[in-house]
Each structure stands twice: as C-alpha cells, then as structure tokens.
Nanobody
C-alpha cells in the first residue's frame, strides 16, 4: 500500500525558516509520482503551495510563496524549504502525490495524501 509520510512541522518565529519532508512509501520503483504541497488554514479551503515533477525537473509555486519557498526532491522524498515565514503561512501542510509526470495546482487531481503537519508562525 502506497502512503505518504510527512515530517518537519512545528512552531517558528516570523521571519524564520522551516523544512518539511515527505516520503512516498510502498511504491513500485517503476511508478512515477509527481508531488506537491497544499496547506489549509483555520476556516479556509485547502490551497496549493508548491509542486514538483516526477524527476524534479519542473517546479511550480503559488504566488504567495514564490521566492520564499523552495521545493526539491530526491527520488521518493520531497523537501519543502520555507524561508522568511509570515503569520499567514500558519496552516496544516499536506503532502500530495499523483501518478503523473507533472504536478498540478488542482487539488482533486491528487489521489495520495499525507496526514498533514502543523506549521505555526508566531509574530
């Protein structure tokens, strides 16, 4: 059974940095998965944050994190480096994966989801 395992959430001060990781466990080596991160703040809908293609050659970011967040991957593990964090970045961050070469900003196109990890930015 394929599953996503996230780590790295926690409390960070405004202007600080935090790194999230996500690993695809249980996949077949021949399966290709694009990966992405979404987040959901209290009372808001889940939104796209960043995505990366299967082989890591293409990334995309939401306007709100462009230039501050950096998404990379090494095989089945993706790493989201978050810098210059702001209070509005406070949310539960979810790792997602889909069996396509390219990532997407469309939430419903992902069939695998992690359990979520809380990131809280204090001002």
């Amino acid at each position: 059974q394929v599953q996503l395992v996230e780590s790295g959430g926690g409390l960070v001060q405004s202007g600080g940095s935090r790194t999230l990781s996500c690993v695809i466990e249980g996949r077949n080596l021949e399966d290709n998965y694009a990966m992405a991160w979404f987040r959901q703040a209290p009372g808001k809908e889940r939104e796209f944050v960043a995505g990366i293609s299967t082989f890591g050659g293409h990334t995309r970011y939401s306007d709100s994190v462009e230039g501050r967040f950096d998404l990379t991957r090494n095989g089945a593990k993706s790493t989201l480096q978050m810098t210059n964090l702001k209070s509005e970045d406070t949310a539960i961050y979810f790792c997602a994966a889909r069996p396509w070469l390219q990532s997407s900003q469309v939430l419903t196109s992902y069939n695998l989801w992690g359990q979520g990890t809380q990131v809280t930015v204090s001002s």
